[in-house]
């Protein structure tokens, strides 16, 4: 079972394709904290706006 160069420069743009769709994967997952993160900080000031 060796690979050819064929099925290596495959691997290897395959390899390097999951690196970049896992670099964008974090960055939509960081905006996705950050926006929840805002959403509950404005529930938060709404909310303590109507206890007082």
């Known amino acids: 079972m060796f690979m050819d160069n064929k099925d290596?420069?495959?691997?290897?743009?395959n390899s390097e394709l999951n690196k970049e769709n896992r670099q964008n994967?974090?960055?939509?997952?960081?905006?996705?904290?950050?926006?929840?993160?805002?959403?509950?900080?404005?529930?938060e000031k709404h909310f303590l706006e109507k206890e007082i």
Request: no cysteine; charged share 30%; aromatic share 8%.
């Open 8 to 13: 290596k420069e495959q691997d290897i743009s």
């Open 25 to 43: 994967d974090y960055k939509f997952l960081v905006h996705k904290l950050k926006s929840i993160k805002a959403i509950i900080n404005m529930l």
